[in-house]
């Protein structure tokens, strides 16, 4: 009897609040022959207003070996799906796709698919160095989206499409008038497939993505806005001194994002931010480090989710594997903070 009252008043809260039919946050499910659902582009990703708190991971790709197993679909498909079992991910942000063919596109798009999950494309800057590497990346993706196979499906899947991680920062394609120039193309030939376009970048660059001080935009930031979709925004206390303590992070990341929503006001995500569990060569020396801090960082995020919710601003860990001490996930597989699901407000 009281299964039966307790199943009813179940029944009764999941019909006041339906989860709204579209993708990835809702009920919508993509076919899984790779054919595009029968929906218009129009009505198939949720609403912008249920974008926020946590999205997914940066999910780190690099192996330069393009048939190296973590570029194949398996690998992802895998991942991906503890990714959602345990964490409740929805978004994965492909994070420096070394492998500049087709194939690890396309193998995101379908590890997407068998998980029903988005995937957000990212053009590999080489780290600002030459010209050829970012411009395979980018025609391995405009492939994608002309394919037979791929191309009908990609905008269901693609959430959306950054001309590089810290391009700007690392100075790929010039970082100025070129790069800018480049920037408007690519997202003019994602706009045609129906992808939102920008880039990942930090905008606490004063002088150059904001203005002198930090005041307003700066010469590059405003010619970034002008040509995205989106502001997917690296917000950093980790890098903000030498040695940087968790206690500095909160108040950083609430004033930095009250400035993007002035500055800026595009859609926002924050696609990277990160704290370490225990000192690594590749993260500066900073001591305010360990367990204790790593958890505390993130749990804070998930406190803050009607925070979150009231900015209208989506945040991804960074990252699944493949960033040293930033990782969520040890190398034997386990997770660095075990049994957290963190919720959605
Ligand atoms: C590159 O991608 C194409 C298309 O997916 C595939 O046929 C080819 O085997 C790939 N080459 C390498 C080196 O992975
Ligand atoms: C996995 O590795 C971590 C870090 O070395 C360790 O703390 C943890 O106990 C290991 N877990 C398992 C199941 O071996």
């Given at each position: 009897m009281r299964s039966v009252?307790?199943?009813l008043?179940?029944?009764?809260l999941?019909?006041?609040t339906?989860?709204?039919?579209?993708?990835?946050?809702g009920t919508a499910t993509?076919?899984k022959d790779?054919?595009?659902?029968h929906?218009?582009?129009?009505?198939w990703?949720?609403?912008?207003s249920m974008?926020?708190?946590f999205?997914?991971?940066?999910?780190?790709?690099?192996?330069?070996?393009c048939?190296?197993?973590?570029n194949?679909?398996?690998?992802?498909?895998?991942?991906?799906a503890?990714?959602?079992r345990?964490?409740g991910?929805?978004?994965?942000r492909?994070?420096?796709p070394v492998?500049?063919?087709?194939?690890?596109?396309?193998?995101?798009?379908?590890?997407?698919?068998?998980?029903d999950?988005?995937?957000?494309f990212?053009?590999?800057t080489?780290f600002g160095?030459g010209?050829?590497e970012?411009q395979?990346?980018q025609q391995?993706?405009?492939?994608v989206l002309?394919?037979e196979t791929f191309?009908p499906?990609?905008?269901y899947v693609v959430?959306s499409a950054?001309f590089?991680?810290?391009?700007?920062?690392?100075g790929m394609?010039?970082?100025?008038?070129q790069?800018?120039?480049?920037?408007?193309?690519?997202?003019?030939?994602?706009?045609a497939?129906g992808?939102h376009?920008?880039i990942?970048e930090?905008w606490d660059?004063?002088g150059?993505?904001?203005?002198?001080?930090?005041?307003?935009?700066?010469?590059?930031?405003?010619r970034v806005r002008?040509?995205?979709?989106?502001c997917h925004?690296?917000?950093?206390?980790?890098?903000l001194s030498?040695n940087p303590?968790?206690?500095?992070a909160?108040p950083y990341i609430?004033q930095?994002i009250?400035?993007?929503a002035?500055?800026?006001?595009l859609?926002?995500?924050?696609?990277?931010?990160q704290?370490a569990?225990?000192?690594h060569?590749?993260?500066?020396?900073?001591?305010d480090?360990?367990?204790a801090?790593?958890?505390?960082?993130w749990?804070?995020?998930?406190?803050?989710?009607?925070?979150?919710?009231?900015?209208?601003v989506?945040w991804f860990?960074?990252t699944?594997l493949?960033?040293?001490?930033?990782?969520?996930?040890?190398?034997n597989g386990s997770?660095?903070i075990p049994?957290?699901?963190?919720?959605k407000c």
């Amino acid at each position: 009897m009281r299964s039966v009252i307790s199943t009813l008043v179940l029944a009764a809260l999941a019909a006041a609040t339906p989860k709204p039919h579209c993708f990835p946050y809702g009920t919508a499910t993509l076919p899984k022959d790779l054919s595009k659902p029968h929906v218009p582009l129009k009505d198939w990703w949720c609403p912008q207003s249920m974008a926020y708190g946590f999205q997914g991971f940066s999910y780190p790709m690099e192996y330069y070996d393009c048939s190296a197993p973590q570029n194949g679909f398996e690998y992802m498909r895998d991942d991906f799906a503890r990714m959602k079992r345990d964490f409740g991910a929805s978004i994965v942000r492909m994070y420096y796709p070394v492998c500049t063919n087709e194939s690890v596109f396309e193998n995101a798009i379908r590890a997407g698919v068998a998980n029903d999950m988005a995937v957000i494309f990212q053009v590999w800057t080489n780290f600002g160095d030459g010209n050829e590497e970012w411009q395979q990346s980018q025609q391995a993706i405009y492939n994608v989206l002309s394919s037979e196979t791929f191309g009908p499906l990609a905008p269901y899947v693609v959430h959306s499409a950054d001309f590089g991680s810290e391009p700007v920062g690392d100075g790929m394609d010039g970082g100025g008038d070129q790069f800018l120039t480049d920037l408007g193309q690519f997202r003019a030939v994602m706009n045609a497939h129906g992808i939102h376009a920008g880039i990942s970048e930090d905008w606490d660059r004063p002088g150059i993505m904001s203005g002198d001080h930090g005041v307003g935009l700066g010469p590059i930031g405003a010619r970034v806005r002008a040509n995205s979709d989106h502001c997917h925004a690296h917000i950093m206390p980790y890098y903000l001194s030498s040695n940087p303590t968790v206690a500095q992070a909160w108040p950083y990341i609430r004033q930095q994002i009250a400035w993007l929503a002035r500055n800026v006001q595009l859609p926002t995500m924050i696609t990277e931010t990160q704290w370490a569990w225990a000192p690594h060569p590749y993260h500066g020396g900073a001591t305010d480090v360990g367990l204790a801090q790593y958890t505390e960082y993130w749990k804070k995020f998930d406190e803050e989710c009607k925070f979150f919710k009231l900015n209208n601003v989506g945040w991804f860990l960074h990252t699944w594997l493949g960033e040293a001490t930033f990782d969520m996930v040890y190398d034997n597989g386990s997770y660095v903070i075990p049994h957290w699901r963190p919720r959605k407000c």
